[in-house]
Structure formats: C-alpha cells, structure tokens
C-alpha cells in the first residue's frame, strides 16, 4: 500500500471512531454559549493554534455576519493576540500565554474550547484549570489517548490516533462539523 492509501486508510479509521455524540454535545454547548450571550474562548499550539484561529474566524464571521445580535458568536482565539501573548511568554512564562488572558476576559458560564494534540501542553491545561476556577465550561480536543486534558475538561473529544497529522486533520472536521452547523442548519 502507497503512503496515500496508508494514510488516509488510518484518517478514515479515526474518523470511523470518532464520538459523534461528543461532537454534537460540544456544538449544543457552543450553540447555548451563543443564546445565553457568554463568550467562547478558543486556544491551542501549533496547529492546534491554527485551528483554534480558524474555529473563530468561522463562527465569528461565517456564522454571524448579516445576523441579528442575539445570532452572533462572540467568541475569541486566545493564539491571536500576538502581542500580549510575547508579553506574557516573555516576562511570566510560556505556560501562562493563554491562562493569563482568560484571568482578565473569562467570566463564569463562558465556553473554553482546549486543543491539544497530545493533551499534554501544559499552557493549554493551565488555561482550563483558570477556565474551571472561573465557572466556565471546558471541552478538550485532543488525540493520543487523551493525555492529562481529556481527565481535566468537562467534556473531552478523543480522537483515536496517535498520529499527528491525522488527529489535527479531524480536530478540522471537527471545527467544521460545529462551525457549518450553525452556517447551514441556522440560516
């Protein structure tokens, strides 16, 4: 078999094993963040980062241009202020990047969606322990059997791999699953 054919072999088995039932209970918990006018706040490293970034860009345009106020998302990716980010990198620690922002912008009843694809990061699970002492919700993305962010989370999504690539690449059908929910069925 070609690297091709191996490759997506191996996606389509994650894909196959994917908790659908977590997936559409992450989407209702976005959806009740967005009725009960709470924010989403989104972070991750690497391509998680990238994910995260593309998540808002999707619910905060796709999902809410030409819509009422009451049908906007007001939702934030911690990995897009660059700025602030270095600041706290920088003169606090890396650990602190997303956890920090979320002390000053995180109220109860908001939404922290986590992504990690190890489930091990520890700037990522910093920011759910802030997320959970400040009454949020928390759902974890995260693959290589979940790492330490699928136990601290109220609501972990597993994707059954240990590969990167391909645990990044359903974490994006993930994102798009919630994203063009709200696009398609809500327009």
Request: proline share 2%; net charge negative.
């Amino acid at each position: 078999m070609d690297h091709i054919e191996y490759y997506l072999s191996e996606l389509k088995t994650a894909l196959d094993t994917l908790d659908r039932a977590a997936v559409q209970q992450a989407r209702q918990w976005v959806g009740q963040t967005r009725s009960e006018g709470r924010q989403l706040f989104l972070c991750g490293n690497g391509g998680s980062a990238a994910t995260a970034s593309h998540l808002a860009n999707d619910l905060g345009k796709g999902a809410s241009y030409g819509r009422p106020q009451a049908s906007r998302f007001r939702v934030v990716a911690l990995t897009d202020n660059v700025p602030w980010m270095t600041a706290l990198a920088n003169d606090v620690g890396y650990e602190a990047i997303f956890a920090e922002q979320l002390r000053n912008l995180g109220q109860a009843g908001d939404l922290l969606i986590a992504i990690s694809g190890s489930g091990n990061s520890p700037n990522v699970l910093n920011a759910v322990q802030v997320a959970r002492d400040q009454g949020m919700r928390t759902i974890g993305w995260c693959g290589f059997g979940g790492g330490k962010l699928a136990t601290a989370v109220d609501l972990p999504v597993v994707v059954a791999s240990h590969h990167m690539g391909r645990v990044e690449d359903v974490h994006a059908i993930m994102m798009h699953l919630v994203c063009y929910y709200f696009m398609e069925r809500e327009s």
